[in-house]
Structure formats: C-alpha cells, structure tokens
C-alpha cells in the first residue's frame, strides 16, 4: 500500500477544518443569504497573493518536471525495445544467410571433387538455388528500406483489377493446380471504390498474401481472396483451410524474417508478410490475422478509400 506523505495529509485536513467552520458559520447564520465579511491588513494580504502564487508555480513545476520525467522513461523504454527487435533481426538474418552459403559452399566444394557429370549437375542446381534463394532475401530487404524512406506513386486504383489480376497469376502456378481457389468481389450494385495509392505495391501485398496462402497450404485446401467496402474503408481477405497457425506464434508473424515451427521447412524468405504491412501502413491502413491451428487462416487488410 502507498504511504501518504504528512504533508499532503496537513493540507487536506486543513481544507476540511476550513470548510466544517464555514458551514457552521453557514448554518449559524439567521439571514436566508449570509453575507461574510473578510478583513485583512494589506501586509497580510500580500503575503497570502504571494503564497498563492508560489503555490501555483511551485505546482505547474512540478507537473512540467513529472511529465519530462515521463516522456524520458517512454523514450527510454521505445529505445531498448527497437533495440531488441533489431537483435532479433540480425539473429534472423544471420540464420537465414548462414543455410545458403554453408550449402554453396558444400556445392563447390562437390564440385571441385566430383568427376561424373550427374554429380557435377546436382552441384551447380543446388548452388544456382540457394543463390536465388539470397537474391530474393537482399531483393526483399532493399523495398523494405525503400518503403521507409521512399515516396509512393499514388494513383487512382482499382482494387477490382488488382485482385483479379492477382487471381489469374495464382491460378497459373503449378502449386495451385490441387488446391480449391475462389474469388469473390461486388459487382453489383457497384464495384468496389478505387483506393489512391501505389498501384505496383497495392499488386505486390495482395500476391504476397495469396502466395502465402498457396505455399503453407494442403492439397485439396480451400483458398478465398475475397474483398468488400467497410465505410471509409477497403477490407481485402485472403481465407484458407490450412493447417492454421498456433496462437503462441500469431504475435510474431508480421515481424522481419520470423519462420513458424511448421513453415520452416518451405522455402520463403520471411518477409512476404513484413512487406504487406509495411505497404499497408504506408497506405494508411491496417492488417490484421486470424488463425485456428488445424482449421485455417485469414489474413485481412484495410486500406481507407479515395
């Protein structure tokens, strides 16, 4: 329990002693509207307009350095948790840079021994893959860096022509040929309101979200891009029947180079949904996901419209 400073007790008593006699001066009194009057040398009064305001300032000091005090904790606190997540992701990228070389390294150096052409063939594949593998990494870290510090290209967009653009792009991936996909958006009695913004990003977040969908999902999974207007916003979903995501790993999804225990086994880089947050946000908007372990996933974004 919180100890009252003595000071603070004197204080309010004292106000309470103040009041108590008034009213009972109040209640004394044999007029309907007693009238009170104060007599007070000017020496006093000085004295008391002094105290007055050297309480006020000694108050309005003291608020002032509270909230200094506040911010510096706030600021303090902001700093060391930048300061983890940037470990974190170090941790992470050394990780996911360390697989690939250590498996060049390997290739070469099979290559370098092997003479039969077979072996020398699974060589250069396995090489060739990992080094796609770190051009994809480096690709996706660099529009991260440039969707902190660029300017968007905005434009009237139709999400319309997006999502089905998008649509017919995944349904021509290998992948996609045993899963169920559907896509659903209004086309009556309007379609949905164009959103002002970076049409290539717009096209590259919603991909992301439907190549995600198709990478971690089964065969015979059922896969929906779906899209409605909210008010003043564009709600955009990407639903699935996967394996869903367990509730302990949702926090850490959207983070930079975060792999779940079940998708660290498929290839990707990590940052498919970094990117479409930091482009949703850009945009003004919001992403948020939902996940049953065994049941499926929904990953929706909402981006204001005009």
Not at 83 to 97: A, C, G, I, P, V
Request: glycine share 6%; with cysteine.
């Amino acid at each position: 329990m919180t100890e009252i400073p003595r000071s603070r007790w004197g204080f309010a008593l004292g106000w309470i002693a103040f009041s108590a006699l008034l009213v009972a001066l109040l209640i004394d009194a044999q007029t309907d509207n007693p009238i009170v009057y104060v007599r007070i040398d000017l020496a006093s009064l000085t004295l008391c307009t002094g105290l007055v305001i050297l309480s006020a300032v000694a108050l309005i000091w003291r608020f002032k350095h509270s909230s200094e005090k506040q911010l510096q904790i706030e600021t303090l606190r902001i700093q060391a948790q930048a300061s983890d997540e940037r470990r974190r992701f170090l941790r992470r990228l050394d990780h996911e840079l360390k697989n690939p070389l250590t498996a060049i390294h390997a290739g070469l150096a099979n290559l370098a021994d092997s003479g039969s052409p077979e072996t020398r063939s699974e060589a250069l594949n396995s090489v060739k893959a990992q080094t796609v593998r770190i051009s994809h990494l480096t690709a996706d870290l660099r529009k991260l860096a440039q969707l902190e510090i660029g300017e968007l290209e905005r434009e009237p967009v139709d999400l319309n022509e997006i999502l089905e653009e998008v649509f017919m792009v995944a349904e021509e991936d290998p992948r996609a040929a045993d899963r169920r996909l559907n896509l659903s958006i209004p086309k009556a009695p309007w379609p949905l309101p164009k959103i002002n913004g970076d049409r290539d990003l717009l096209f590259l977040a919603t991909f992301n979200l439907l190549d995600n969908a198709i990478k971690y999902t089964r065969p015979g999974d059922t896969i929906e891009l779906r899209a409605f207007e909210s008010g003043t916003m564009v709600t955009i979903e990407i639903a699935d029947t996967g394996p869903g995501i367990a509730e302990d790993e949702l926090p850490y999804v959207w983070d930079e180079l975060y792999r779940g225990h079940a998708t660290r086994g498929v290839e990707g880089s990590g940052l498919g949904l970094t990117l479409v947050r930091a482009i949703i946000e850009r945009h003004g908007g919001q992403t948020t996901i939902r996940s049953r372990a065994g049941q499926g996933t929904v990953v929706a974004v909402r981006v204001p419209i005009g």
